[in-house]
């Protein structure tokens, strides 16, 4: 019963690419966001939804845009990959309330060379 | 700004010893703690939440507001609980992003 989809597990990209990781939920809920694991600094948040075109920063936004056209989506897009942003990006989703916690996808790996 | 630290990148201990992973967090409101959980090849899970005070998979939590910590206790490992261990706090209320800490890395030995 998978609840948050991300649409790639693994990708490969060029340096400059434009690249787009898709995220949907199918719980109706409110919130989206988009994370960053490395290892050693934990998660880190990059963006986030909390209604359809509606968003906001997190913590490292740099490099990185979103679009959430659609309640039950949430894209992530580098807008010009580099190498520092291979990484493994997470989706989750939330009722508007946080008390319940997030649901997270299963990750995608990114590599950009 | 809150922060989430958790001062242990790895623990390691034997099957049936006493676990505990600790979690301070720096706050000046009334946060909402969480634990999450990722089991290996798995996604990121909820384990629990303080504001329920549960007991899941054997392991609690309890929430510290004089040490502002939330440490995570399970008096017997069990080998499947080795994981990776996520303390995060959210601030309440029309606030929902949590922010993470950096991990701990359990491994529970035979």
């Known amino acids: 019963d998978v609840k948050v989809t991300q649409s790639s597990r693994y990708l490969v990209k060029r340096t400059g690419e434009k690249v787009f990781l898709e995220c949907v939920q199918d719980m109706d809920h409110e919130n989206m966001f988009w994370y960053r694991q490395d290892p050693g600094l934990g998660l880190r948040l990059i963006y986030f939804s909390y209604d359809v075109k509606m968003k906001e920063k997190g913590d490292i936004p740099e490099g990185y845009s979103v679009s959430r056209e659609k309640k039950e989506r949430f894209s992530l897009i580098l807008e010009s990959a580099s190498t520092n942003q291979t990484s493994m990006y997470l989706c989750?989703?939330?009722?508007?309330?946080?008390?319940?916690?997030?649901?997270f996808g299963s990750g995608t790996r990114l590599t950009v060379v | 700004a809150q922060r989430v630290t958790q001062p242990e990148k790895l623990l390691s201990v034997f099957k049936g010893a006493p676990v505990e992973l600790k979690c301070n967090y720096s706050y000046s409101g009334s946060p909402e703690l969480f634990w999450y959980v990722q089991y290996s090849r798995q996604r990121l899970q909820l384990l629990l939440r303080?504001?329920s005070r549960e007991s899941i998979k054997g392991f609690t939590a309890d929430l510290n507001k004089g040490e502002t910590s939330f440490h995570l206790k399970k008096p017997f490992a069990q080998e499947e609980d080795s994981a990776m261990y996520y303390c995060a706090l959210s601030p309440g209320g029309s606030n929902y992003k949590l922010t993470f800490g950096k991990g701990t890395l359990l491994t529970v030995n035979p």
């Open positions: 303080h504001i």
């Open positions: 989750a989703s939330s009722l508007l309330t946080s008390n319940y916690g997030y649901t």
